[in-house]
């Protein structure tokens, strides 16, 4: 029987889908609910470990960037501060990971360094570093607004990353006149909803043809899954996000699904995730889930992402799959190397031969 990982990461931000930054005062009181978070995660792991049998663990993506200084004194405050409150959480198997706003101060605004020519290795490295020096080196991230490129992904490959979990397959925000907005920006336009490799020449995809050079980083995409109902209310609410750039210029957002959310009701989450494994699937796959910190606040989230991955571990063998709770750095070493290429290369051919014909 297969083994596959789960991965359940909480992002650690106040931004949390936000198309501004939030107010210092906003901020403060975000980040005073860190001890809750750790507290309400460790009820998660003690009942889904009593209800499927197995080692709950999570990956903690914590915000450590430039623009975290208008709510503290340096780039990984919030880190150092509740630092007592994240190493309980990897005592217990937990992993700490990155989370990186790429924003830089452009007179009195922040703005999203997207352009390969702009600051986004300068924040890239600074964010590493300041990490790295209240910490350790992290080996998990995710970008801020999903907002990846090429360099920026090649560079934090060479800083030591090796899970990065930032990926939503089919999603962009180029306008139809070639427009991005100010925050916000991101491209996966390309990308398949399996983990792969990062193809050298195209981050959004693994390699394509044999020989072609990948990195050695594993991208993990959050779970998609097919919900007609919900893709519809998605595209609706994309077309009115006009904002100040008029209708014309309205960002294009592309889905190949939606994102199966762990605090949906246990109804609709175990109806959603049973097309999830009706789909054709590759061999190995991994199941991504990014839950926003402040999910773990509302009790009914909680008791709903307890019996959402209570239901999904105990009853995956009949899916002929054995799912394993995993951090991102395991679900590396779990899925990394030869098989994942060659698995990444024979679907992305499948994919490019059906659209040939």
């Known amino acids: 029987m297969a083994k596959d990982p789960v991965v359940v990461a909480f992002t650690c931000d106040p931004i ?27 009820d998660i792991r003690r009942r889904v470990s009593t209800a499927a049998n197995i080692d709950m663990r999570f990956t903690w993506l914590i915000r450590v960037d430039r623009q975290m200084t208008d709510s503290g004194s340096e780039p ?35 703005r999203q360094a997207y352009d390969d020519r702009g600051p986004l290795v300068e924040l890239v490295e600074e964010g590493w570093e300041a990490f790295r020096s209240a910490l350790t080196s992290p080996r998990a991230m995710m970008m801020g607004w999903r907002g990846h490129r090429e360099r920026s992904m090649h560079r934090v490959k060479e800083l030591g990353i ?7 397959p089919g999603w962009y925000t180029e306008s139809r006149l070639g427009v991005v ?4 920006a991101c491209d996966w336009e390309v990308t398949p909803t399996f983990p792969y490799h990062p193809s050298v ?16 980083l594993l991208e993990l995409p959050v779970t998609l899954v097919q919900a ?24 294009r957002r592309r889905r190949h699904g939606v994102p199966l959310h ?32 402040a999910t773990l606040l509302a009790r009914a989230a909680v008791d709903n992402v307890c019996a959402n991955l209570s239901w999904l571990l105990a009853s995956s063998h009949h899916h ?38």
């Open 262 to 293: 762990l605090d949906h009701a246990p109804s609709r989450f175990r109806s959603l995730a049973k097309r999830f494994f009706t789909d054709v699937k590759p061999d190995k796959f991994a199941f991504s889930f990014t839950c926003p910190g």
């Open 181 to 184: 907005p100010t925050l916000g």
């Open 76 to 110: 990984a405050w919030a880190l150092l501060r509740y630092m007592s409150d994240w190493l309980k959480a990897q005592e217990r198997g937990d992993e700490l990971g990155w989370m990186l706003y790429p924003a830089y101060r452009d007179g009195d605004r922040w």
């Open 162 to 168: 090796q899970v990065d979990l930032s990926a939503l």
């Open 201 to 216: 020449s195209d981050y959004r995809r693994p390699i394509v043809y044999r020989g072609d050079p990948a990195l050695e």
């Open 16 to 42: 949390e889908g936000r198309d501004r930054f939030p107010s210092r005062r906003v901020c403060e009181q975000y980040w005073e609910h860190v001890p809750k978070w750790i507290e309400a995660a460790n």
């Open 320 to 357: 002929l799959h054995a799912l394993v709770p995993l951090t991102g750095r395991e679900a590396y070493r779990s899925l990394t190397g030869g098989a994942l290429r060659m698995l990444s290369l024979e679907t992305s051919c499948g994919h490019e031969h059906a659209h040939h014909h």
């Open 228 to 251: 007609t109902s919900a893709q519809l209310r998605a595209s609706l609410s994309d077309l009115l996000k006009t904002g100040s750039l008029g209708l014309s210029r309205n960002y």
